[in-house]
Structure formats: structure tokens, C-alpha cells
């Protein structure tokens, strides 16, 4: 059993930054691939970024490649996810997941966070 809790969210300008973290209680948090994914008002939840066990790998969704990244550090048991240059559309709740394997798909993650409000002003 994985309990995430996201913290870090909050009111930011566009072109602004945010670091959101994600902390996982157990001690086996490093045998699990972690995932970011958002859901904005009316719309279904979509995937943001992904991370394998190890933070060797990892894979953003093209509307914020480049933009945000996702990293984890296994000593601390959190996994984070920068977001730099942010647009008003980034604007949703984010949650964080954990997954036996790492994947894009929602439905491969067995542990989800409550989420955290990250709103984008113009």
C-alpha cells in the first residue's frame, strides 16, 4: 500500500514558476514508477509526466515537454515536478500516481494523490 500526498501548488503568473512535490509514505516507494497528470475544469484527466523507478528515464506529454520535469529523489521518498515558462492552460489540478511500470496511461497506476490547484493568471 502507497498513500501520496502533492504539496507546492498555488497562484502564479504566466511565464512564472512552480516546483510541486509529491510524497509517498511506505518504505518502498523505489519500486515504482511515478506519474504526473492533470485534469482542468470540464475536462478528463490527461498525463503530464512520467519516471521510472530509478529516475533514469523519463517522458513529458508534448504540451509541456520542455517546459516542466519531472524528478524524484527515492532517499526522501518524493518525486517532484518543476513547471517553468506557465500558461494559463496549465491551469488544472495535478496529481501525482504510482505504478508497477513505468506508462502514460492513467489506468496502469494503482496509487493516486488527492491533487493540488495550480491556477495560471494572465
Known amino acids: 500500500q502507497v498513500q501520496l500526498v502533492e504539496s507546492g501548488g498555488g497562484l502564479v503568473q504566466a511565464g512564472g514558476s512552480l516546483r510541486l512535490s509529491c510524497a509517498a509514505s511506505?518504505?518502498?516507494?523505489?519500486?515504482?514508477?511515478m506519474g504526473w497528470f492533470r485534469q482542468a475544469p470540464g475536462k478528463e484527466r490527461e498525463f503530464v509526466a512520467c519516471?521510472?523507478?530509478?529516475?533514469?528515464?523519463?517522458y513529458y506529454a508534448d504540451s509541456v515537454k520542455g517546459r516542466f520535469t519531472i524528478s524524484r529523489d527515492n532517499a526522501r521518498n518524493t518525486v517532484y515536478l518543476q513547471m517553468n515558462s506557465l500558461k494559463p492552460e496549465d491551469t488544472a489540478v495535478y496529481y501525482c500516481?504510482?505504478?508497477?511500470?513505468?506508462?502514460?496511461?492513467?489506468?496502469?497506476?494503482?496509487?493516486w494523490g488527492q491533487g493540488t490547484q495550480v491556477t495560471v493568471s494572465s
Open positions: 519516471i521510472k523507478r530509478s529516475g533514469g528515464s523519463t
Open positions: 500516481a504510482a505504478s508497477p511500470r513505468v506508462t502514460t496511461h492513467s489506468y496502469d497506476y494503482n496509487y
Open positions: 511506505g518504505r518502498t516507494f523505489s519500486s515504482y514508477a
